[in-house]
């Protein structure tokens, strides 16, 4: 009986050194192959690629050891390792799901970007999760990622990160916004076209455009009165790219009635949308009460868009 024992515990040990010995193998496989990969060596240009693909193969088993090479210095080990998780696909996201615990910001934060490259609405929930990280890094990938899967589960959250206290978590937010097509979000946009950092207010005047137009322009009308100056160009610069009937009715009538910057920024979106001065603005805008500065802004507008119709003749 004892022997019995002793055989089935020396199986046992002999089968455990195995599987170890085995993952060893494994890894030192993956580990060399990453090299040639994530190589700028010229002697390995021509494998690069299908190294890349012979990883990719391999499936979801490499996924824990490429994760464990995130937190990596090298830019490009770390977008290999993002194009090899894309190139995995939906069976690389269980693991990376789990490795959003990770106690390595870092490699949270590039976890949750190549989770939005992979774009697995399955991981909406977990992203939400960390979207409240600690480490602003992660809370802009997580938001930016919720954005490239464009689930709406997620507008809670995404919403959210519009009031962050970083501009870069704000930026990635409002872009989000745009992919997503959150109509909830015009008010805030509108709030951000004021924002102190530059990325956040240009991201959320393009993500307005990407809104129901009618809409945005009726929000935008009152804006255009807003003491910050921001607001106020950027209102008038949106309603000119969109261009429509309301929204050039809402820039002429502010035109009208008003002064100072305000009437230059309403003159230089009607200018671009009526580039052909069909409504006959450009006559009525050049013969308005200007400074020389603002004169000079005014006719240089109107030539751009003069040139740009040339060019298309």
């Known amino acids: 009986m004892r022997n019995k024992f002793l055989l089935l ?55 824990p050891i490429l994760v464990d090479k995130l937190d990596t210095k090298s830019a490009r080990e770390r977008l290999t390792i993002i194009n090899i998780f894309k190139k995995i696909g939906s069976d690389a996201v269980p693991y990376l799901i789990t490795s959003l615990k990770n106690p390595n910001g870092l490699i949270v934060q590039r976890v949750c970007w190549a989770i939005g490259d992979i774009k697995d609405s399955s991981a909406v929930d977990a992203l939400i999760g960390v979207t ?18 464009a689930d709406n589960k997620a507008d809670d959250a995404v919403l959210c990160a519009l009031h962050d206290s970083i501009g870069q978590v704000r930026k990635a937010a409002v872009v989000s916004v745009g992919k ?13 076209l004021g924002d102190d950092f530059y990325g956040a207010r240009m991201s959320a005047a393009e993500a307005l455009l990407k809104l129901d137009s009618n809409y945005v322009a009726e929000s935008l009308a009152d804006s255009l009165k807003s003491t910050n100056t921001f607001v106020r160009s950027l209102g008038c610069f949106i309603l000119g790219e969109i261009a429509t009937d ?5 820039l002429h009538r ?14 230089l ?35 751009a868009v003069q040139d740009a119709d040339n060019s298309l003749k």
Not at 246 to 250: C, F, G, L, M, R
Not at 254 to 267: A, C, I, Q, W
Not at 277 to 285: E, F, K, P, R, V
Request: charged share 20%; hydrophobic share 45%; proline share 1%.
């Open 246 to 250: 309301y929204a050039v009715d809402i």
């Open 180 to 192: 997503m097509r959150i109509i909830e979000s015009v008010s805030q946009l509108i709030h951000l």
């Open 132 to 149: 409240s990280h600690t480490r602003w890094q992660v809370r802009d990938q997580a938001v930016g990622a919720l954005g490239d899967i």
């Open 9 to 63: 515990t020396l199986l046992i040990i002999i089968s455990i050194v195995g599987n170890i010995s085995a993952q060893s193998s494994f890894k030192k496989q993956v580990d060399s192959l990453f090299v040639i990969a994530s190589s700028g060596e010229l002697k390995y240009r021509d494998l690069i690629k299908p190294t890349i693909e012979e990883l990719a193969e391999l499936g979801k088993d490499i996924v």
């Open 269 to 303: 979106a009607l200018i671009n949308a009526d580039p052909n001065d069909l409504c006959g603005y450009q006559n009525l805008i050049v013969n308005a009460d200007f400074d020389k500065f603002s004169m000079l802004k005014i006719k240089s507008a109107i030539s």
């Open 254 to 267: 502010t035109f009208l009635n008003s002064t100072g910057d305000l009437k230059l920024h309403t003159s």
